[in-house]
């Protein structure tokens, strides 16, 4: 199983960025994404349930500013983010979770599959 995460670079404070990660198995799986700065723990940012409920969960340091959806074709996922802060900047994640394992999305230790990461970098 791979998870294609793209999107991520260099973006001025207030910028917006279009993150998207790519995978086969979202239908059986939700997807999530997480980031990582440097010398921090990883953290959970926004999931979505890839059912037809779309339900949407955010982490509340991103809630208002970022959104979490399919792509056109449905067999991606695209994190919006806009409004963008120094504090954003990170390594983000995007994951698989068990559509059965809803109820944890917020907890990295529970998804399934991850992607590599894609890098944003937010100057102030």
């Known amino acids: 199983v791979q998870l294609q995460a793209s999107g991520g670079g260099l973006v001025q404070a207030g910028g917006s960025l279009r993150l998207s990660c790519a995978a086969s198995?979202?239908?059986?799986?939700?997807m999530g994404w997480f980031r990582q700065a440097p010398g921090k723990e990883r953290s959970f940012v926004a999931a979505?349930?890839?059912?037809?409920?779309?339900?949407?969960v955010y982490a509340d340091s991103v809630k208002g500013r970022f959104t979490i959806s399919k792509d056109k074709e449905e067999n991606a996922g695209v994190l919006e983010m806009n409004s963008l802060k120094p504090a954003d900047a990170a390594v983000y994640y995007c994951?698989?979770?068990?559509?059965?394992?809803?109820?944890?999305?917020?907890?990295?230790?529970?998804?399934?599959?991850w992607g590599q990461g894609t890098l944003v970098t937010v100057s102030s």
């Open positions: 994951a698989a979770i068990s559509a059965t394992k809803w109820r944890y999305v917020r907890f990295s230790e529970r998804y399934d599959y």
């Open positions: 198995i979202f239908g059986n799986y939700d």
């Open positions: 979505l349930d890839w059912s037809s409920s779309g339900n949407t």
